[in-house]
């Protein structure tokens, strides 16, 4: 009895110190007014922006229809007995298919009738499956089958089209010719599927080229640089300005390990918006041409030439009855500007020129001889075959040949001082199978210089000839037989 009036004691005791240390009730203030703009303060949040441009971007789903074969096991049995039990060949109709996705990316919505950019390599397919399906699914989550109007594969710009059931919310265009280092930027777009999202960050650079790696050989590469957070499936997404316009379609970044490290890259919605155009109203990018293989110029050669810099192209070679030839450009003359654009360097030689449409009178302005001189190059077009003679057709059995271009020098890595005629594709039963090989320039045929496709049926004779030709960084002689 005594022991419980003691614990009885005991609980009164504590309850009444617990009683005395209780603290009050937690009191806070609260603001439960969003963040918005106000006159004379600095910007605290873009949501009011954001709700606005986010409708304007899309998710992209790419897919194709897969055939499962069905095949039939002998009964389990037979493995007692030690018959194999192969496969047996499906009888005919049992085979059956499924759809496959293929990827996943972005698009922006560029007009109210539902035109969408976004990139070539979002609906190009995967590993050799050709894309047979487009849906593209909007920010309330409805979706869409798209077509592909057009795609272009060296600026990686592709247009779809859908036909919605009202009007759509498009994103207005800003000049990105006129962006700066340090202007506040959002990427917009769908990474890893996890849905419409915005990431924050600044232009970090502009006028990025990284020489096709990034597009591949005789791409046009004029990028915009950011450190907003791009992941996959950001591709094909908008870059927009602190104002909510569109400043480019996000389309790459540099990493290791496949995430966002800060270095991400757009291409400029004024090239995007050139290509989308004549996507949709051609099908095809008209790009014009001059006819010449240009190279940046180092300091040595700036000294020698009597220059104080190193901007403008050299000309390394001119290609025979090409616009420059006919409008007087020759090797060694320094272009520095094509009509009011100036020019500092090869690559941005062939991006100006690429965007000016074929049949145009353009002013290039070079130095020759430590002078300036204008001339008037009327532009051939880009888009036209380049001269070449297929295997059946061929003076050399079974091989293709045709002129060297900026493409071909890309891929093979032919020097611009390399002149001659490319070997483009040798047939396995042709004659010379062993001896020529695709990506071999032809620079002699029994010592006479080639610089087009008809010379080498010109000085090819019966019998023995003498083959001077370069491959893989050397040149050597070798001999075929007629």
């Not at 059956?96 to 109210?112: A, D």
């Not at 050709?130 to 920010?139: G, W």
């Not at 500092?344 to 020129?353: E, F, I, K």
């Not at 002013?363 to 059946?392: C, D, Q, Y």
């Amino acid at each position: 009895m005594r022991y419980i009036f003691i614990l009885s004691l005991l609980s009164t005791l504590l309850t009444a110190c617990a009683g005395e240390s209780e603290n009050p009730p937690l009191e806070v203030k609260t603001d439960d007014r969003p963040i918005s703009a106000v006159v004379g303060e600095p910007i605290v949040s873009y949501a009011d922006m954001l709700d606005k441009a986010t409708p304007s971007v899309v998710s992209v789903y790419t897919s194709s229809m897969v055939t499962m074969r069905r095949t039939q096991r002998l009964p389990d049995i037979f493995r007692h007995f030690g018959i194999p039990t192969q496969p047996v060949e499906p009888e005919t109709g049992t085979d059956r298919k499924r759809r496959e996705q293929l990827g996943v990316g972005s698009g922006v919505i560029i007009s109210e009738d539902g035109y969408i950019v976004t990139n070539h390599h979002v609906v190009q397919g995967l590993r050799g499956r050709e894309v047979d399906q487009v849906i593209v699914r909007l920010s309330d989550q409805s979706e869409y089958e798209a077509s592909l109007i057009g795609s272009d594969p060296k600026t990686d710009i592709a247009v779809l089209k859908i036909n919605p059931e009202v009007p759509l919310a498009a994103l207005t265009f800003a000049d990105s010719d006129r962006i700066r280092v340090g202007d506040v930027v959002f990427a917009i777009g769908n990474p890893f599927d996890v849905g419409l999202t915005a990431t924050h960050g600044i232009v970090s650079a502009t006028s990025r080229s990284q020489g096709g790696r990034i597009l591949g050989p005789g791409s046009y590469e004029d990028f915009i640089q950011t450190d907003a957070a791009i992941n996959r499936g950001n591709s094909g997404g908008a870059l927009i300005d602190a104002w909510g316009r569109l400043i480019g379609i996000n389309t790459a970044i540099v990493s290791g390990s496949g995430g966002s490290i800060g270095i991400g890259f757009a291409i400029p919605v004024n090239m995007a918006l050139n290509v989308a155009s004549n996507l949709i109203q051609s099908g095809e990018v008209p790009r014009g041409l001059l006819g010449l293989f240009p190279s940046d110029l180092t300091s040595d050669m700036a000294e020698a030439f009597g220059l104080d810099s190193t901007s403008g192209a050299l000309v390394n070679q001119v290609q025979e009855d090409s616009p420059a030839s006919r409008g007087g450009i020759v090797h060694g003359d320094i272009i520095i500007k094509i009509g009011d654009t100036e020019i500092g360097s090869a690559s941005q030689l062939r991006l100006v020129v690429s965007q000016i449409p074929p049949g145009t009178e353009v002013a290039v302005t070079l130095i020759r001889e430590s002078k300036t001189i204008v001339l008037p190059i009327v532009l051939g077009s880009l888009n036209e075959k380049t001269a070449s003679i297929t295997g059946e057709s061929s003076p050399i059995k079974g091989v293709s040949i045709r002129l060297i271009d900026q493409e071909a020098r890309d891929e093979y890595s032919i020097p611009e001082d390399i002149s001659g005629v490319l070997v483009s594709e040798v047939d396995d039963d042709s004659p010379f199978v062993e001896i020529l090989e695709k990506g071999m320039v032809i620079l002699e045929v029994n010592g006479a210089s080639i610089r087009s496709v008809e010379q080498i049926e010109s000085n090819l004779s019966e019998g023995q000839n003498m083959l001077y030709i370069w491959a893989k960084g050397t040149k050597g002689f070798m001999v075929i037989k007629q």
